[in-house]
């Protein structure tokens, strides 16, 4: 914060003129005080306006001190609380901290110890930032001592792994200078994960043809077998959920809310391309590489249907095949539901208990996918979220407000193994690709299928055998192209005006580390009910 901007302090109390002395030793100090009388009233300006610190009497007529405190905490509201109580209670200590305050004073208090509070506050936060960035510096020096070009699966997954928790991390962080550093490092990376993904994938998915894991990732057609059917296995009763277009930051930003309720082991899986619902999500359903789909279902594969719902309409089906072919149908049939709107989630969190008796509950949410194409095309989202720090905030308080926090809580109360995944990510577009095509070339703007198609290949993956990609390879002359790093691609005819209408739009299908390594975790209750 610049040296002439003053800190800015709320205090509430209901006796606040009887602490003018206390407020002009404050100001003569450089902070800016604003005065309320109650917890209501310390909300309403919060909601409006920044402050740095939060003042905060424990006994106030109307909202009192903890009250007020559970509504920050509700809110979402990140801001430092100092408690002033007459209490020396134990209990309301416990309470409070248990609420988060950053400190608290007991009266009578005197100018100079609140005044020393506030700093210990404004203090600790410069601490705090400064090791940030000492630990970032020491962090992005290793970066650049590893041999990037040579790493191989496990690396690339340990490397994505560290660069999302730091986008997570540096959320918030005053120093712009170290979010560029990373932003710019995260960018970088692209580069080098196509040639890596271009050289070793064809050689992945030929050796999960055959049905071998040798020497390879686990891919999307491997989640299933990989996580689920143990648990079945095992007599354990699963709850797979699949949130669809989920990164590894955003997973990072949601998992801190589920680590009081469960115990949580984490893996990472490789997306197959394009990094696309219908392939994707249709590969972890059925345990097949598109291709293999194609060729065993080709009343279900739905690759050139425009109704994106439709391309993924027999999932239950795929599901049940899958389980069939391993030998893992349960004793009862499972359940399969797919969730596009609040009113069927709400629905479903009034049901989720009653699915008790359920071995395998399979349940996909949309919501972030609807909310990351609807950014595109709405000027409130793009206002709300500008960038991907923004949108992990907005997604962060959809998902703390939405029934799957709450499924997620009743979940933990029960006897079962919940499953949590995602079929791929989303990248923020930057630079528009030109590309050449029929007018039956499909309208993805990460991925394109059609006849004969061509585009710049430093700027795209050109798959000329489709086979190759163990994508299907039903038409003469059909290509596929895959979009590199940021780029997204456009026709030469009308360019400027869909390059400028998505530039700065996440999306998905091609090849990046923010759409193909993800999230694959393993969520066992801490403390479930006997019998539930």
């Known amino acids: 914060m610049p040296n002439d901007v003053p800190r800015r302090i709320l205090w509430a109390d209901d006796e606040i003129d009887l602490l003018k002395p206390h407020i002009r030793f404050l100001e003569q100090k450089g902070y800016a005080v604003t005065p309320v009388l109650n917890g209501e009233d310390a909300l309403a300006r919060i909601e409006a306006e920044r402050f740095d610190v939060l003042l905060l009497d424990e006994m106030m007529p109307g909202m009192g001190g903890l009250e007020t405190l559970a509504q920050l905490k509700a809110r979402e509201i990140n801001l430092p609380v100092i408690l002033i109580t007459k209490s020396e209670e134990e209990t309301l200590m416990e309470e409070a901290i248990g609420k988060r305050i950053t400190d608290y004073l007991i009266k009578p208090v005197n100018p100079s110890q609140v005044f020393l509070a506030c700093k210990r506050v404004f203090d600790s936060q410069k601490l705090q930032d400064s090791q940030r960035a000492r630990d970032y510096v020491g962090e992005m020096q290793r970066w650049q001592t590893m041999d990037i070009r040579h790493l191989d699966w496990a690396g690339w997954a340990a490397l994505a792994v560290d660069v999302a928790k730091w986008d997570v ?37 030929a050796t999960a043809a055959k049905g071998s894991d040798e020497n390879r990732p686990p891919l999307s057609c491997d989640v299933v077998r990989h996580k689920v059917v143990p648990e079945l296995r095992a007599g354990k009763r699963v709850v797979f959920i699949v949130i669809d ?66 391309r993924n309409r027999f999932e239950r089906q795929f599901m049940d095949f899958q389980l069939e072919r391993l030998g893992a149908t349960p004793a009862r049939p499972p359940k399969y539901l797919k969730i596009y709107d609040q009113d069927e989630a709400i629905n479903t969190r009034r049901q989720i208990n009653s699915f008790s008796g359920v071995p395998l509950v399979s349940m996909v949410f949309n919501f972030l996918d609807i909310l990351a194409h609807g950014r595109s095309e709405s000027e409130i989202l793009q206002e709300l979220a500008p960038d991907e720090a923004a949108f992990r905030a ?138 539930a």
């Not at 962080?173 to 040639?195: V, Y």
């Not at 394009?274 to 194609?294: H, V």
């Not at 004969?452 to 000329?464: F, H």
């Not at 299907?472 to 290509?479: A, R």
């Open 169 to 205: 991390g540096l959320d918030g962080a005053p120093e712009a200078g170290l979010q560029q550093a990373h932003g710019d490092f995260r960018r970088s990376l692209n580069i080098d994960f196509s040639r890596f993904i271009e050289d070793k994938y064809p050689g992945w998915v």
């Open 245 to 310: 277009c989920m990164r590894l930051d955003q997973w990072f930003t949601l998992e801190p809310l589920l680590e009081d309720w469960f115990d949580i082991e984490r893996d990472y899986y490789c997306s197959i391309v394009p990094t696309a619902t219908p392939y994707s999500r249709n590969s972890i359903f059925s345990g097949l590489l598109p291709a293999q789909l194609w060729k065993k279902h080709p009343d279900l594969w739905q690759e050139n249907t425009h109704d994106e719902r439709t």
């Open 394 to 531: 907005v997604m962060k308080a959809w998902f703390t407000h939405s029934p799957l926090y709450e499924i997620f809580q009743a979940l933990s109360t029960q006897d079962c193994t919940v499953v949590v995944t995602t079929d791929h990510g989303a990248v923020l577009g930057k630079r528009a690709a030109l590309v050449y095509g029929n007018r039956d070339t499909s309208t993805n703007l990460r991925y394109k299928f059609g006849i004969n198609l061509n585009t710049d290949v430093k700027q795209a993956i050109i798959i000329r055998k489709p086979m190759d990609y163990q994508l299907p390879d039903d038409g003469v002359n059909k290509n596929y192209v895959l979009a590199r790093e940021d780029y997204y691609f456009v026709y030469p005819t009308k360019f400027h005006e869909y390059e400028r209408q998505y530039r700065g739009s996440l999306q998905h299908g091609g090849v990046s580390v923010e759409e193909m390594i993800l999230p694959l975790m393993t969520l066992r209750p801490k403390a479930p009910r006997p019998g």
